[in-house]
Each structure stands twice: as C-alpha cells, then as structure tokens.
C-alpha cells in the first residue's frame, strides 16, 4: 500500500511528519509512504537521501500552503504546493491514501475539488472521534460540508457506522441526529428532513432519534451527525473549554496543594495528552474515492504514525467498498419506496 | 417594580424558587414578587399565609409543566399552568418581568406565542453569559430561534452588546459572528449575509468580524451571535464538556493524592460551583417587550435570587428603550441607504 504525507503540513513540519513517517514504515510491514515536499528539507530531516530507505519516497514540490492561509486563495496560488500534488498522485491512482496535518482547509479544498467522491456518496464529510463517558463517539461532518441536505447527513449515518464498526470495532452502532431537543417535530427543517430518512430506511434500528449537545460526552449514542458548520463549531468549541478548563482547573487545585503539588501535576499533564486532539490519529474524509486522513496541524509523530495506521486499516478492511454497498442498498429501497 | 415567578417551575420547585424569592424581597428594596402556581404548596413553602409578607403574592393556578414534557402539547393542554399565567400577567401589564426556572422549551413557546416583541424587533432570542480566559462573554441566540435570517442575527449583535455593556459592564462591547473559518467567503449563506449587514450598520465599530467555536472560551469577543440551533448545541455540548472534564480530571488527580486529597477535593467543589450554569443569574428572552429571565432548571435559591435581581437592573436601566433605539438607529440608516 502507497500513502502520500504530505510532508510540508503542519505547525512543525517537516521535522515530526517525516520522524512518524520513518517510525510508521519500521512499524508496519507492507507499507510505501511518498514524501510530499521539498526534497532538500525533507532529506535533512532523514538524515541521509531517501532512496537508503526503501519504504520512503520524496515527491519534489516547490510550494506548501501555510497554516493561516486562506484556503481558496492558496490554492489557486500555489499549483505546485504539496496539499494539492497529494491529491494529484491519489487522483492519478499513484496511491491509495493520503495524509495531512497541513492547513485543513486546504486540504478538504483541494479533495473536493477533484470531484474524487466514492459511487453513490453526494457530499464527503469529515469524522471525528469524540472521548465519551462511555468511550469513543463519531461527529460527522465537522466541516467539509456547511450546507447540508437532508440525504448528505443521512449518508453521513452510513459512513460514520461502518466507520465506528470497523476501526473503533463497535459492534453495531448506534447513531444519533444531533438536535435541539427530544422532541421530533424540534430543530429546523433539515434535520426534520433527516429524522423521516432515518426512519424509512435500513438503518432505522440503529438509528435513535435525535440527541443533543450535551449527549456527545455522555455517549448517547456511537455516532453523531450533523451540518458541517454545526460539527465544526462544535469541534472547535470543545477544543476551546478543554484548554480553558484544564487550565483554570490545574490552577485551581496546584495552588491548594503543598507537598502533594507534583502529583497532581503528572496527573494534570496526562489528562492534557488523553484529551489532546492531535493524539487521535487523524480524522478520516470520509467519500473520497480513495483515503484522506486529516491531522491536527500540532501533530507530533505520533499522531502522524497513528494516522499512517488507521489509513492502512481503512484500506485492508476495505471500508470504501462497504460504504458503496450500503449506499446502494438505500437507493434500491428508496427506488422500491417509489414504485 | 412586579415580578412574576414561576413557582412551580424548575427541578426542586417550589421549594428553592419561594426560598429565592423570600431572600429577593428582603435584599431588593421596591419589588413585589407575584409568586404564579398552587397556593397550598406555595404557602406551605412560605410557613405562612403570603399576605403576611407584605411583598409577596401569590397567583394561584391548577396545573405546572413539566421539565420532560413536550412543550407545545404541554401548552395546548395546560391552560391553567404556571408558565402561561406568568406571560398572561406580563401581557395585562400586570407585571413588569417574568422569572421562570421551569421547562425553557414552554417557557419560551409560550413567550413568542404571545407576539409580545419589543417594536423594530423580528425575533426575540435568548442570551447566556460563558465564562472565558478573559472574562464574561455573552452568547445569543441559544435556541429561541433555530431558523435564523441575517437580519435576526443582526439584531442579536444589538441586543447582546446592550445586554454585555449594562449588565457585565463592558465599556464598549465588541461583537463576532460565529463561523466556521476566518475568511470572509467561509461558512454559509446565512453567516455571509449577516456579515455584510454589520459590516454596512453603525455598529461596523464593535463589530470584530468571524470567531470560531474556540475563540469563545478564549474571550476573543464580549458578544457572539449564531442561530437558535448552533447556540443550543454549543450550550449543552459545553454543559456536557465540562461535566465530563470535571469528573474525569477530579478521578485521576485525587487518585494519585494521598494526604493532600481533601485540599484538592474541595478546590474540585469549588470549580464545579464556579461553572455552574444553573448560578449564572439566568438567561434573558431578549427582544421582549417586558422581561423575561429564563433559569437553569437545577437552579436553587440563590440562582433565583440573582435572576431576580437582574431582571430589576433590566428595568432599571432601560434595556428596552436602549434596544428599540438602536434598532430605529439602524432601519433609518437602511433607509438612506436604500435611497
């Protein structure tokens, strides 16, 4: 299997990209990982040229997208950047997946523009695996996709399932639609919309109603869906109340302690890596035809190994196949529902 | 000043909400508090007749909705609840604002059923108070109004910076709109359009352009504005973070104390207080022509007491006039626009 990394996104790339790069291939047999970027920073950072390592590749690229760049902007910009020649070689069959921690904007951007989407699949949408009182929860889409339809949030229930099922190993997932209260006829039309498709289709015994906000850290359900300006907000809100309280808390409590003070800051510093998101191993696009995996742009490399792994368990459990049979099983209902 | 309160609504009703409204009395010179529910349990709270407590009465009524019930068929049945009686007070100017800690479904329901809108208003919408790095910020809409046009949003940004400047005491509000992404042309229609109405208005000043989820909790803004349904889920996704963190974070530092542990205990008793939604002095309906505080359902005495006594500082400092002025600000200035 060929991954292309896009060796040039991130906070502090090149350097952890190309470290997780390095320990990926070393971790898992059977893998190529392409090196997207500048093959002089790239080659420093290996310390000796990339043909010595024969799982790595460079792909020379002159441009990156920084991390503050206006995405569409950019990319019109820098033709030659390394989020846009991930996408090429995924689109020319060159590989099989790509990953990212680059500028996450660019990076959907650039994917959507190749109209790579999966048979059946209208609009792809990034998944986010949530920490949960009762363990993990898919959020999808946390912003690939700002102005749903009904049908996309509802394929969104597809591919986060198979998801859930297949790299979280949920047995068979619950999936909720993220509302503002138990009531069906709440919320606005589009997740009314949804609700009905939901209920008339096969999912309809996993399917569970509406949640709301406060549902995704209790782990209602296994999956969640919702618009891509909603998920987006709400990925980017929690991001923020994690640093706020993890920082006030440590404050809090650091200053009531004496001797006992280190304890409690090894405890702190640990909560601060369990809940850091970077550590999660990447978000998947999910409808692309092919594999983008989507990191946090602080990823160490880790992070980056950890996404390297969950794009070759995407591949050999063969997730986009399963997405295409599901996807086509709705449509046959819907055309029987028709008749 | 009258205040009508809703006895009979809230988790712990009537006992903390008539506690509450003895300690306002007492504290808060000049308010009468028309206590709106069934007089026995009223009274037996009071431990005595209310016409002894020269500022207190009681409107007697039969029914209450529940915190679980539906809101619209609770409505339709209960004619005689509390929550109706306290909006039907307010709209025979009976009283001057209404307090309730009950079902904030029916409470807002019956609210906009009355139409009782201050004049230029479009949609009332309800504003919260978030803790942040920097201090309060003030959060609207967070579910009065999940289908929101530009000019909705356009008026939250109004009354949230009045509301943020007279209540928090902010100099000089500034204002974000919620959004996805930095860049101008990011988001959806709604966000674009709302921000060319405050890019055009009198308020362009204040108005510091997109935030983002995270930016909240930073304090990048003393206001945000967001539609009814992104507000409510950010709201409870937030109730849900913190009560998670709390329990988690509490869990791994007082496992790892010894003689120390009790120091940290009650540091972790204090930040669970300190972001207590239900003491945050309750939620304004803004855009009503009357007052409307909305309390957290677990509100106890004390939440009741602060809620009351914002309710009289609305009153008197004139919130209403402010608002209707501002908005007659902006309409002539759309006038000569459009000339």
Redesign the interface.
Same mark, same amino acid.
């Given at each position: 299997m060929r991954i292309a990394l896009d060796a040039m996104g991130g906070d502090y790339a090149p350097g952890p990209i190309v470290q997780g790069a390095c320990e990926a291939v070393d971790a898992l047999p059977g893998i190529e990982v392409v090196l997207v970027g500048d093959r002089d920073k790239i080659e420093a950072e290996l310390g000796a040229p990339a043909g010595r390592h024969a799982s790595l590749k460079v792909f020379h690229c002159t441009q990156s997208v920084g991390m503050e760049e206006?995405?569409?902007e950019a990319l019109r910009r820098k033709r030659d950047s390394s989020v846009v020649r991930c996408w090429e070689l995924m689109a020319a069959r060159e590989v099989d997946a790509i990953v990212s921690a680059g500028n996450t904007?660019a990076v959907v951007a650039a994917g959507l523009r190749t109209k790579l989407f999966l048979k059946g699949v209208k609009r792809p949408g990034i998944a986010i695996v949530f920490?949960? #009182?009762r363990g993990p929860c898919v959020l999808l889409d946390v $912003?690939a996709n700002?102005?749903c339809k009904p049908e996309h949030l509802y394929q969104y229930g597809v591919m986060g399932s198979i998801y859930a099922h297949h790299i979280l190993g949920v047995a068979t997932p619950t999936i909720g639609l993220?509302n503002?209260?138990a009531?069906d006829?709440?919320?606005?039309?589009l997740v009314r919309e949804t609700h009905a498709l939901f209920e008339a289709s096969h999912l309809a015994g996993q399917y569970k109603g509406n949640v709301?906000?406060?549902?995704?850290?209790?782990g209602a359900s296994d999956v969640v869906v919702?618009d891509?300006?909603?998920g987006?907000?709400?990925?980017?809100?929690?991001?923020?109340?994690?640093?706020? #309280?993890?920082?006030?808390?440590a404050q809090?409590?650091l $200053?009531?302690?004496?001797?006992?003070r280190h304890?409690?800051q090894?405890?702190?510093n640990?909560?601060a890596q369990r809940?850091d998101y970077s550590e999660f191993g990447g978000a998947p696009l999910l409808g692309i035809d092919g594999i983008c995996i989507i990191c946090h742009g602080s990823s160490g490399s880790r992070a980056i190994r950890n996404a390297l792994k969950v794009a070759t368990t995407f591949a050999n459990r063969q997730l986009n196949t399963l997405i295409v049979e599901q996807l086509q099983k709705t449509s046959s209902q819907a055309a029987v529902a028709d008749r």
């Open positions: 206006k995405p569409t904007g920490p949960s #009182l $912003g700002p102005s993220m503002i209260g009531e006829i709440k919320g606005n039309e709301e906000g406060g549902d995704l850290h209790r919702c891509g300006f909603v987006n907000v709400v990925l980017k809100v929690c991001e923020g109340v994690l640093e706020m #309280l993890l920082k006030t808390t809090e409590v $200053g009531r302690l004496n001797g006992e304890l409690a090894a405890a702190f640990d909560l809940y």
